[in-house]
């Protein structure tokens, strides 16, 4: 059964993954008692970001297969999560104890991954259940050799690294397209981090190559305006404000029937191409279903990834993406103020609050157990 208490012993949270207001804390196994086969790798999860980016994790784990990177018990799904973790017991002999790792992690005490492809910078779990997932959800950045690694930076880089990269990969998507003849591309959810990281990639190409369009609610206006990545702000339900003549692309973050329904009937054939890639709005999703215009096209940041790889080399990608990173990351304290909880009422109060969009843009969550 769910625990209630508020220890710190070593625990999973865990949501329902037929009803996701559905969430508890159970019991797991105390780590002191498990047994690392050789390569493998106890982590101890330190602290991880919560977003947006999180609860559509969720919303796509059956369809996306994100649930299963963290095998839970039956009916429940981990929720992954991108965050900061150490070494407490390696059966690996290029992997030390006491090491820090940044990467992908279950939202537990503990986790075990099997270790591969040891390098200086990195690793790669290839435990069974994730060889044939997503590669870049199985890499794990070891600090001491990451040149991207600013310990004065880690909450920032648990908050937008992996979302700002998705950004960027969308933009360089749409450019290498020639944004399918747009001049316009309008981004739902715009306070989102992922549609912030995308708009600011957006904005340095300039206006005359793109106008970037922020779709959002009437009370976030005034926030997404003065991030200064926007040409235009609109809410929701000035949809019909946006000109119907110029050709546009929309890149949805927010995957809400209404909103997708809206943009595509008010543009009509004026809408060049329709990117899916998020789903905030979750309780109305527009996944799946078919609307006027170009049928929205999922965009997996992974199947880009690899493009580019073949395109570029990994080294070639890794110094574009590092690069666009560190022009952006002297933004984000203009944006966001870091709020840290630690504890399991945290925990289950931001995951609930960001699932029923009560979420603060302007707040960046950092948690721990």
Known sequence: MPTTTTTTRACDFLVRRDDLHQSAFFDAQDPSTIALATGQVLLAVEAFAFTANNITYAVFGDAMRYWSFFPARQGWGSVPVWGFATVARSAHPEIREGERVYGYLPMSTHTVVQADAVTAGSFHDVSPHRRELAAIYNQYLRTAGDPGYDP????????????????????????????????SVVLSSASSKTAIGLAFCLWKRGREQCEVVGLTSRGNVAFVGGLGCYHRVVAYDDVASLPATTPTVFVDMAGDTGVTSSVHRHLGDALRYSCSVGGTHWENLAFGQEFPGPPPVLFFAPTHVAKRIADWGGAGLQQRTGDAWASFLPRVDRWITVERGSGREPIERVYRDTLEGR???????????
């Open 152 to 183: 004065a930076r880690e909450a920032e880089q648990m908050l937008f690294r992996p979302l700002f990269l998705t950004g960027y990969l969308i933009d360089d998507f749409l450019g290498d397209a020639g944004f399918f003849g747009a001049r």
């Open 359 to 369: 979420a603060d843009p302007r707040r960046g969550y950092i948690l721990s157990f």
